[in-house]
């Protein structure tokens, strides 16, 4: 086994760099220099060295001097279908990465291979008294095969695997929210405010590090063990040894969560943070930060019942290897019913697998987001960009603050950014609410004597005739010769 530098994907547009002791918010000229100290090292001296610190370093098991290339996961494709256009999803049905093409090639092929095997089979080498036999069964599975309700179970199902999978989405622990709070409300710009503000903020990262770790096969292949954690930077020697000391069977995610909040008070008594208020909504953050937590490693731990699964799979198995048999074109002579015709090549049968099998891939890839398909959420990326923000945010940019100037818009009344030329067309006049097209009314106000007779009002009173004429939308007008004339409609019933 050797240390050897692994490619990573840069996040900030550049081309791809070794992870060798590289983190992803290192400029481009330190990557540079790393990369050239490592180009002349030899694979003796990195045997040597090999269980050293380094930082985020990346065991590799393979023997190789090139870098491996990158493995991006989540497949965007938002810019390909901005606007609806003729044939607007055309283009993503040419892609491959992510795509159901990829997911399902191997069953398509295999059940393409068997169709093919037992047809050839019928043809060519049964007797005429097996032809007929064959024949029957057929006839048989493609009647009962039907009565498989393969698209009211499995559309239930993957309805059921979405909506899990968006819900672990949305739920994500994300730092932006307690980041704000703790730079804002953690006081002090000598060295040990910046120390409570970063241990804060690192005790936030560890929390969610710890579930990722049990949730997902990327981060765990990533940090293996609790000294890993501890060479990426994210836990301390000290800290390690207080949190190997807890003796509890269950997973201890929550003892950051702990820490995080005797170091909170810790720093209300001190006057870092100035009254109860603040820390109470710094407690209610991380509490909510912790909830998300909590919730990714409780779908994790409780999943769709296995045996809704299993149903599932027997259903579109099953119903798929009857038509292996059902589907087969037989002898036209025999006269069968639905058999005029010898095709050869069930196109239908085959589109009919495509569509059924492909939605219950979907359902294999979207029930558990947190391995290493194509569109399984990159929980890595989502490590390295909340350590980076979220420091940044507490660190440097802690009463950082611009100095204030007087915007262009100073002594204007009526700011109005301006548009480029491509986007003059989107420049639009300020909806004032659909009545505004009715144009003028009569709005004359009726007083007193100008009130309409008691008799005109008795004659208004609502009939069959007056509720059509209402359902076709059609204005009634006074017929009185000495008051002006008026439009009105009820809303009595």
């Not at 609806?84 to 159901?100: D, E, M, Q, V």
């Not at 990829?102 to 059940?111: Q, T």
């Not at 990533?222 to 501890?230: A, I, L, Y």
Request: net charge neutral; with cysteine; proline share 4%.
């Amino acid at each position: 086994m050797l240390l050897l530098p692994l490619c990573t994907p840069s996040h900030q547009g550049h081309a791809p760099f070794m992870a060798f002791g590289i983190s992803s918010w290192q400029s481009e000229e330190e990557r540079k220099a790393i990369i050239s100290d490592l180009k002349d090292t030899s694979l003796e001296t990195l045997e040597k060295e090999k269980g050293s610190r380094i930082s985020l370093g990346v065991w590799v098991t393979k023997a190789e001097e090139q870098a491996q290339p990158a493995k991006e996961m989540t497949v965007t494709y938002s810019s390909s279908v901005a606007n609806a256009t003729f044939f607007g999803f055309h283009r993503l049905l040419l892609k491959w990465k992510g795509s159901i093409y990829k997911l399902l090639y191997r069953e398509f092929l295999v059940f393409i291979t068997l169709y093919t095997g037992i047809s050839v089979l019928y043809r060519f080498f049964l007797t005429g008294r097996q032809k007929r036999f064959f024949e029957k069964l057929s006839i048989y599975c493609d009647q009962y095969a039907e009565q498989i309700p393969v698209t009211f179970v499995l559309g239930f199902y993957v309805t059921l695997v979405v909506n899990r999978w968006w819900n672990q989405f949305v739920n994500l622990p994300w730092p932006d929210r307690i980041m704000f709070l703790i730079s804002s409300n953690v006081q002090g710009q000598d060295e040990y405010g910046r120390l409570l503000r970063r241990t804060l903020m690192r005790y936030v990262n560890l929390t969610s590090l710890l579930i990722f770790r049990s949730v997902s096969t990327a981060v765990y292949k990533r940090f293996p063990t609790m000294d890993h954690v501890v060479e990426a930077g994210f836990m301390t020697a000290d800290e390690k040894k207080l949190f190997d000391k807890l003796a509890s069977p269950h997973l201890k995610y929550w003892v950051p969560f702990i820490w995080f909040g005797n170091l909170a008070v810790k720093a209300r008594k001190e006057g870092r943070i100035r009254d109860s208020v603040d820390l109470q909504t710094l407690m209610n953050e991380m509490n909510r930060y912790r909830s998300w937590c909590s919730l990714l490693f409780g779908y994790d731990w409780v999943g769709i019942p296995l045996v809704y699964t299993q149903v599932v799979t027997l259903a579109v198995y099953t119903f798929f290897f009857a038509c292996l048999i059902g589907r087969q074109f037989l002898d036209p002579d025999q006269g069968y019913n639905g058999h005029e015709l010898d095709l050869y090549i069930p196109v239908f049968t085959l589109l009919q697998f495509f569509f059924y099998a492909g939605w219950l891939k979907v359902a294999e890839q979207l029930i558990n987001p947190f391995g290493e398909d194509d569109d399984d959420f990159e929980t890595n990326w989502c490590i390295d960009r909340n350590l980076q923000v979220s420091l940044l945010a507490v660190d440097e940019m802690h009463m950082n603050l611009p100095k204030m100037e007087k915007d262009i818009y100073w002594n204007d009344t009526s700011a109005r950014p301006p548009y480029t030329l491509a986007a003059a067309d989107y420049c639009i006049p300020s909806f004032l609410g659909s009545t505004i097209e009715m144009g003028q009314v009569d709005a004359e106000f009726l007083h007193g004597e100008q009130w309409p007779w008691e008799e005109e009002k008795f004659r208004r009173q609502p009939s069959v005739l007056r509720r059509v004429k209402r359902f076709l939308s059609v204005h009634e007008s006074s017929a009185s010769p000495t008051k002006g004339s008026y439009s009105r409609q009820t809303t009595e019933a």
